[in-house]
């Protein structure tokens, strides 16, 4: 099936992070209506706001305190339904990041729900009573909080509430058909108020497991963590998950023309068809961890391997994702590339890679500009929970802080939360103020300006992909079949669609390769054309970080 949500590129927005306009160190939603040609200019179809709802936020916004409301910080409803308004006009939709798994303690359903055991909101959260004295299983928190636990105390009604994440981030009880009717409701009103779609964060935990047992492995390291296990797996995929996303479906999403993108941790392929297969009535597509989150460096092989797997999905009906890099990772170029001699070629090559793959692109903010990591000197600069909670814990049991440190920083989720760099004037453009967060050193030398200037931009790179993606179906709709599939260094594919064909070929590394035979016969067969490369001429031998599509 055709539709606008395959063919989108979607360009994710930090609003914290993007652009401040009144001079509090904070992004605000001013701050995107003033980017939205930029954002047009670059080829984006779609724009996936992170939450911008009143939150006290611990957790930069996932903790929401009222799901229809914007935070005073971003501004206010008015400015969204203008916001919203403005990018429909230059035909860019919009969608809201919806979280479901928890809300802020200070949300009124959790103050209520901690009065009393006969609450009428009681029921929206997780409670149990103690078990031998002690927390009500073994399970650890994910953001490594205080002692570890995913259970917190209540001294009020003297039982323990479920946090999977912060102790301020309370998950919600699913089995409650009344929390369910007032989050339709709530779905509801952000659709009829125009919004396009939802990424629904952490979809695929919604549902716990019965009875809420012990995780069967050892106790998460460091040691710090006394005795609790950091098991994801614990709450992700569980009986009763796709009865439940049917029934969002069937009462709330099959009613508009959106698109439903699910974040889902510790999904496979094999997983994933359940959740986004067309026939199957959920959602349309998910965010996996193979490729982009992972504490273990992807080689070219592995990725090669996961793009075959997934593909499966698409042959079997239903949709995926392309994306490198979002607010929960390292930046892209700096992980998978090279951020210094080749930061140019590596940041192309991953973008050409990203665009010519089957799935929905999705750009995360500054990656369009090669914005790299950043190398904090201290703790003291890093904002996010997991990046601090861990260090913390670390320390306590015995590492070295300045190891403890260096250990976290190349994948600390603030590489990609520091502020974007627009131009070359104090904070990078970003704001007039103090920014909320430290802006990176090499702002002068990467940024906006720089880009729109440069001989060698990756920025006009990008608006190149995005404008063939429109012109070029094969893009989207093409059959996706590997060459060379065991070859360490270069990931070569074809792509097919009714008279199109397409061949790409990118080289992963730095090390030079002459042009396989395999790709010169392919070639051969058809009067090949250029269609884009990343370096000036298209020669015998691929250069460090080279990448092409022909079309033949
Ligand atoms: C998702 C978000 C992440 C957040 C977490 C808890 O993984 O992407 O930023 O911390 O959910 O809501
Ligand atoms: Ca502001």
Known sequence: MKTWWKEAVVYQIYTKSFYDTNGDGIGDLRGI??????????????????????????????????YQSIDERYGTLEDFRELLAEAHKRGIRLIMDMV???????????????????????????????????????????FYEGRGSAWEYDETTQEYYLHNYSRKMPDLNWDNPRLKEAMCRMMRWWLDLGVDGFRMDAINRLVKPKGLPDSPNPPTPPVGIHGYVVDRTMCANRPGIHELLHELNQKVFSKYDIMVVGETGNVDAAIAIDYVQEERQEINMVFHFEIAKNPVLKTAAEIKEIQRRWNHVVEQHGWITQYLSNHDTPRQVSWFGNDTTY???????????????????????????????????????????????????????????????????????????????????????????????????????????????????????????????????????????QLLEDDPDLIVYKREYESETWLVLCNFYDREHPLPQAVKEELAKGNHRLVLANYPDAGEVLRPYEARIYSY
């Open 33 to 66: 209506i003033r980017k939205l040609d930029y954002i047009q200019s670059l080829g984006a179809t779609v724009i996936w706001l992170n939450p911008v709802y009143k939150s006290p936020d611990v957790d930069n916004g996932y903790d929401i305190s009222d």
């Open 100 to 142: 479901l798994n928890h809300t802020s303690d200070e949300h009124v359903w959790f103050q209520e729900s901690r009065k009393s055991k006969d609450n009428p909101y009681r029921d929206f959260y997780i409670w149990r009573p103690a078990r031998d004295g002690k927390e009500p299983n073994n399970w650890g928190n994910y």
């Open 343 to 481: 930061r140019y070629q590596s940041a192309t090559m991953l973008a050409l890679l990203l665009h010519t793959h089957p799935g929905t692109v999705y750009i995360y903010q500054g990656e369009e500009i090669g914005m790299t990591n950043v190398d904090f000197p201290s703790i003291e600069y890093y904002n996010e929970k997991y990046t601090v909670g861990k260090y913390h814990t670390m320390v306590e049991s015995g590492t070295d802080p300045a190891a403890a440190l260096d250990s976290l920083k190349k994948t600390s989720r603030d590489n990609d939360r520091t502020p974007m760099q627009w131009n070359g004037a104090p904070h990078g453009g970003f704001t007039t103020g103090t920014p909320w967060m430290h802006v990176n050193p090499n702002y002068p030398q990467i940024n906006v300006e720089q880009e729109e200037q440069a001989e060698q931009s990756v920025l006009r790179f990008y608006r190149t992909l995005t404008g063939l993606r429109k012109a070029h179906p094969v893009m989207v709709y093409g059959t996706y079949r």
